[in-house]
């Protein structure tokens, strides 16, 4: 048997960028699970430019060919400012996408690898991106249950060829699918009434309109910096890098489903956000929400059934006084108003017991787990 050469040259063009963002749709051309990206926003995420998070980072994207056929890519990324904060020295990888081939995939985190120890890290830790925030971890249960926007669709191979190459468990991180009840349960209904009760100064913030929502935008996020902070894989955004996340999302959020809470000062204390699935949308359009796909993709939100949950915080100061209970108890009202019948948690760290035990608290099970796996450089 002949192995042809496998070739991993770096993405310095625009049309190599084009082969970076599209390569995935061919590998997952016949994965039903698989939802494409949102092309727009893909190419404002690789891009050095319009990307604010590049400027405060050590970058890599690399093609891998074999004989001049495009078979695999990946991404590696360090940050400067959080490995110097954190007393860390790791690199991440993510992105890594390519057919079931052993030599294609092990050449790539090789390139990977190499990059980063020349950049004198020592550990080489993914799938992690800029922030949390990105999609992290790969998929090592729930393979055909339905992937959400923000989360990573993997073939079973991809963390076996991993493992076999030593890479090890760093990290594992569980989706809980909550049902949405007809009736809020009573306990906890009460629960939500005494903490507003004990509360006085606090006020519910609900949306309405985009409008409305975009001032809150950086308030929301300046609140995910103050808490967020031992949170795996966190980094904390700027004021460029609040917009830039606010305008990636944006266009497909509806307003009732994220809820604020507000002291005196009109300083957010605590929020949630959700969004309707609009995976089927995405994928009826194929990634593309303009000139018409959008139509597919709003509309795919309002009939889903499925609510997912994409972020949320409590100021410290005011943990534990039940403001959860207030912030769900609001959602619960909408998600049930809007006709969905269950809840997608996202992503929580396993070890994050607090949230790990509402979700329980609220009739959710685990039903998907990503993983993100590390070895050392």
């Known amino acids: 048997m002949i192995c042809m050469a496998i070739s991993i040259r770096p993405v310095t063009t625009k049309q190599e960028l084009k082969k970076f963002i599209h390569l995935p749709a061919k590998i997952h051309k016949d994965h039903h699970n698989w939802i494409p990206p949102l092309y727009g926003d893909e190419w404002v995420f690789f891009s050095e430019k319009k990307n604010k998070s590049f400027s405060h980072c050590d970058t890599v994207l690399y093609l891998a060919y074999r004989e001049e056929e495009l078979v695999g890519r990946i991404m590696g990324i360090i940050h400067r400012d959080y490995n110097r904060d954190k007393h860390e020295n790791n690199a991440r990888f993510n992105f890594l996408e390519a057919w079931d081939d052993r030599e294609v995939i092990e050449a790539l985190i090789g390139a990977v690898a190499d990059w980063a120890r020349e950049k004198g890290t020592e550990k080489l830790v993914g799938p992690l991106a800029f922030s949390d925030k990105d999609p992290q971890g790969y998929l090592v249960e729930g393979y055909d ?8 669709c ?10 076999e190459m030593g890479f090890e468990k760093e990290l594992d991180l569980v989706v809980y699918k909550v049902p949405v009840p007809e009736e809020t349960p009573e306990l906890y209904l009460k629960i939500a009434e005494r903490a507003e009760r004990n509360n006085p100064d606090l006020r519910l913030v609900e949306f309405y309109t985009k409008l409305q929502l975009r001032r809150y935008i950086r308030p929301i996020l300046t609140l995910v910096n103050d808490t967020f902070t031992s949170i795996y894989g966190f980094t904390p955004f700027t004021p460029e890098e609040m917009d830039d996340f606010a ?6 959020l509806n307003p009732r489903f994220i809820k604020a809470i507000v002291n005196k000062e009109n300083k957010v204390v605590a929020f949630v956000v959700g969004m309707p699935d609009i995976s089927a949308g995405i994928k009826k359009s194929r990634g593309y929400l303009f000139p018409i796909g959008f139509i597919p993709v709003l509309t795919s939100g309002r009939k889903s059934p499925q609510l997912n949950l994409m972020l949320g915080a409590v100021d410290p100061a005011y943990q534990g006084k039940g403001l959860d209970t207030i912030l769900g108890r ?11 019948t269950y809840m997608d948690s996202h ?24 993983r993100i796996f590390q070895r050392a450089l």
Request: proline share 2%; glycine share 6%.
């Open 145 to 152: 249950e339905p992937v959400v926007i923000a989360s990573h």
């Open 154 to 163: 993997n073939f079973k191979y991809i963390t076996e060829h991993l493992v």
């Open 247 to 252: 305008n990636r999302y944006i266009l497909v």
């Open 330 to 340: 609001a959602m619960l009202e909408s998600a049930r108003k809007a006709g969905k």
């Open 347 to 370: 992503l929580e760290m396993e070890t994050n017991t607090k949230v790990r035990a509402e979700m329980e608290y609220m009739g959710g099970e685990v039903y998907k787990r990503y």
